[in-house]
């Protein structure tokens, strides 16, 4: 209770500092013009809106997500562009004309950006507009999406994180507030500014441009631009890094770790850190760990700490046990913290599996790289940090054929699920009954027999039931486990044969036995081809949740 407490006294100050973040740079035009219309209960209005809105919006986020699909870097572009289209609206005397009948119209939601004085603009209008701010302004804020992103993950709803949302809305209001009444007392008083309403709305206008412009522009990384950081006396180099350099968040307190006790990275100066965010079931993930575990033997006695921080993106992957067992599996001898509760990965405003934070013996994040690949960059640079000038050989057995471009990362869950061939129409959170299309062209996939289509994964929902997919790569990897106590026995097929000499490790006579949830290997050839392979299901309750290629 009392740490619950301390997150909403959190939030609340968090909000309150948000009056110096950029995302805020675009809302204040907006909040300002429209508080300089109607009664003096308006800015109240507009405040009281702007708070309950954006609690709820943001609560229910992961709902709006898991149901519609909506991509949310998409959602963010579409605020973009409602701001620019406000700002050109009070550009133009006309627009904002029609724009003014319009929303009286509604109630007077937008009130007029003309009329100081607007009898019908009160309470009501100020709370209907304070909602449409919170709304457009949500997905523009960089730190709230991010929230949204972890809420969406993670899957947690309750009244504490709403009373944390809560607080930070009322946060975030309350300098607003101070400024929309302030404009107003400042327009009431002065003759001159109060005669030149249209070109202070016109300013107002041109201030919105510049804030989107500018929200846009450090979207665009502007403060992680690629440099060079060279030795005086050599060409050894930091070969990409942070052009600002910052000083490393902490990691969660309270959250259980494997290999280790509890490490923060305070107590770590004079060590080179790197931070991997994985997840067990990732295949992404796992391609790094032979790289990652070939650093940590040659450079942990030279002075590397390597911190795996296991993020999961599925429910099963909460399970310490399920954890232990992939660290036993991988024979990973260096730290992992469980990061269940999204808590380091908040810390670090992280988005992706893998990702790779290198740490300087200060404290300070130097370099970052996110998803697989820049090995030898990453490498150097550990080296680099180390001050160990001569690389020493990495030999890893990596026999990816990267010549071709591979199926994509397939989700069966309907939250991201594409290339669904089967002609019904998806039932949600309910079985029904699916059949073949005639024909599967490359990356789509289709289900025979009864199945359950939920957000993050499928459910068998009777014996035989079978899933195709149309594939071009070389390995072909499944995540899957069962909702029984009893081991799913799970028949496969490739391009209609039993799978003998293609297959994947963990298959034996062309099937294989899901008794836990964990990413398989199922098929592997000699070079990236193409394939259709077919699963067949002996039992209800095999769940599947995503395909991923190599």
Known sequence: MQTDIVNIGLGFIEGLALILSPCILPILPILLAGSLTGSKRRPIGIIIGFISIFAIFTFFSRMLVQYSGIDLNLIRHISFCILLLLAIIMLSTFLTEKFSQLTRKLTNVGGT???????QGGLISGIFFGGLIAIIWTPCAGPILAAVIV????QENNVMSFLTLTAFAIGAAVPMLIIALLGRTILEKFHYLKSHTTLFRKALGIIIILSVVYMFYLERGINTVPV?????????SLQNGLSNP????SLGMSDPWINSAPLQLKDLKGKVVLIDFWTYSCINCVRTLPYLKGWYNKYHDKGLVIIGVHTPEFDFEKDINNVKNAVTQYNIQYPVLLDSKFTTWQNFKNRYWPAHYLIDKNGYVVYTHFGEGDYEAT??????LLN???PTETKINNNEDTSELNTPETYLGYARAEHLTSPESVVKDNSSHYTFPQKLTQDDWALQGNWKIMSDRIVSGEANASIKIYFHARNVFVVMGNDNKK????KLLLNDKNIITEKGKDIINSSINVNSHTLYEVVTLDKSGDGIL???SSSPGLEIYTFTFG
């Open 487 to 490: 081991t799913i026995n799970v």
């Open 228 to 236: 060079t950081y060279l030795d005086n006396n050599t060409n050894f």
């Open 534 to 536: 077919q699963m067949i």
């Open 246 to 249: 910052y000083l490393a968040p």
């Open 379 to 384: 490498e150097n640079n550990i080296r680099y």
């Open 151 to 154: 809420q969406t993950v993670i």
């Open 388 to 390: 160990i000038k001569k």
């Open 113 to 119: 950006f003309t009329e100081v004085n607007n009898p």
